[in-house]
């Protein structure tokens, strides 16, 4: 069983940034292969972010340039830092990880931008 839990959302201003952090329960977190999604309001849910196991990252076009994923190990922690924030990034955001065959989510966290 793996726990995932988000924090680091809240209400931000257009240019704004927040890091979010999502930390898992499991001691093989260096295993796991790890992802952001969003979940913009009406909308479906989409990937925004993946980091593998050995580091390499990835992150959709429509946040290129403006959002890092990273990964500490010794913490257990995935890290989303998030800058040049838009209206559009506004959504709930989770973590996510695949481990056997088995789908884990957080619970998520709300990101709000607006002036």
């Known amino acids: 069983q793996v726990q995932l839990v988000e924090s680091g959302g809240g209400l931000v201003q257009p240019g704004g940034s927040l890091r979010l952090s999502c930390v898992a329960s499991?001691?093989?977190?260096?295993?796991?292969?790890l992802e952001w999604y969003r979940e913009p309001p009406g909308k479906q849910r989409e990937l925004v972010a993946d980091?593998?196991?050995?580091?390499?990252?990835y992150v959709k076009e429509f946040v290129e340039g403006r959002f890092t994923i990273s990964r500490d190990n010794a913490k257990n922690t995935v890290y989303l830092q998030m800058n040049g924030l838009k209206v559009e990034d506004t959504a709930v955001y989770y973590c996510?990880?695949?481990?056997?065959?088995?789908?884990?989510w957080g619970q998520g966290t709300q990101v709000t931008v607006s002036s």
């Open positions: 499991s001691s093989d977190f260096s295993r796991y292969h």
């Open positions: 980091i593998s196991i050995t580091g390499m990252t």
């Open positions: 996510r990880t695949r481990y056997f065959g088995i789908d884990y």
